[in-house]
């Protein structure tokens, strides 16, 4: 199964919209290669995943369980609207909706399903910012992440989020070079700092214990130091890599205000 993801454009990261959609069989490797594609883009915290169906062959329909599955783990563990969406005059819409079309959010068509995530997402709050790779960077980022900070009700947690944003902007600013973007979500209990640049970077790669992302890439290539005091601070934190760009990300667990 190939899967078509549209997460390299900036528009995906201003708007938080992020589109996947799988194309081919829906067998036991259909299911993993979905299930890793789902899993890949949680990290950069989507304000909504749109999954198009209409590609998919269905020849087990047990293998449908994935999506339930998927929605289970996108919602609950991360606060993340999952929403389906297949053409029900095909036949594969056909058998989706009458296999599973109660168990998930299941639309007629994109437009449908990012109406009703729009509904749906007015809770979470997502701020973003593109910055370019000059010395007034970290001064934006960190007056973006105050700001942020005092208008969602978080002050208790300015000082920490703007330290963490700060190594974060100055680590794309000395070595990535790069123009980047900054993303700020909060949802629940958990405040979400991500700053993507567009330096290629082979050798990042998504670790857990995230801590150890720190000792495992932590030299002055890609900020040493200043990834230590992220990973200190963090609840978690870590990096997503593509062709093109990569993503540092650190979440925060929201405390009680004194």
């Not at 198009?52 to 999506?67: A, H, T």
């Not at 959010?105 to 009703?116: D, P, Q, S, T």
């Amino acid at each position: 199964m190939t899967t078509s993801l549209t997460t390299v454009t900036r528009e995906n990261l201003r708007t938080g919209v992020y589109d996947l959609r799988p194309a081919g069989s829906l067998d036991l490797a259909g299911t993993a290669s979905l299930r890793r594609s789902v899993l890949k883009i949680l990290p950069e915290q989507p304000r909504v995943l749109l999954l198009g169906l209409d590609g998919i062959d269905v020849r087990d329909p047990l293998n449908l369980n994935i999506l339930p599955s998927l929605d289970k783990r996108v919602m609950l563990d991360c606060g993340i609207r999952l929403e389906c969406y297949v053409n029900p005059s095909t036949e594969t819409g056909r058998r989706i909706r009458e296999l599973i079309g109660w168990r998930v959010a299941l639309h007629a068509n994109r437009a449908a399903a990012l109406a009703a995530a729009d509904q749906e997402t007015t809770a979470a709050h997502r701020a973003y910012r593109h910055l370019a790779p000059g010395p007034d960077a970290v001064r934006e980022a960190r007056a973006m992440t105050r700001d942020c900070c005092r208008h969602w009700g978080l002050p208790q947690m300015a000082d920490t989020a703007q330290l963490i944003v700060s190594e974060l902007v100055t680590n794309a600013v000395q070595h990535a070079r790069t123009e980047m973007d900054l993303v700020i979500t909060h949802r629940g209990a958990q405040l979400h700092l991500q700053v993507r640049d567009t330096a290629y970077a082979p050798a990042l790669f998504p670790i857990e214990p995230l801590t150890s992302l720190v000792y495992h890439v932590g030299d002055d290539r890609i900020g040493g130091r200043g990834l230590m005091i992220v990973a200190m601070l963090a609840s978690a934190c870590g990096t997503t890599v593509g062709m093109h760009a990569k993503t540092v990300w650190a979440s925060l667990r929201v405390r009680p205000a004194a």
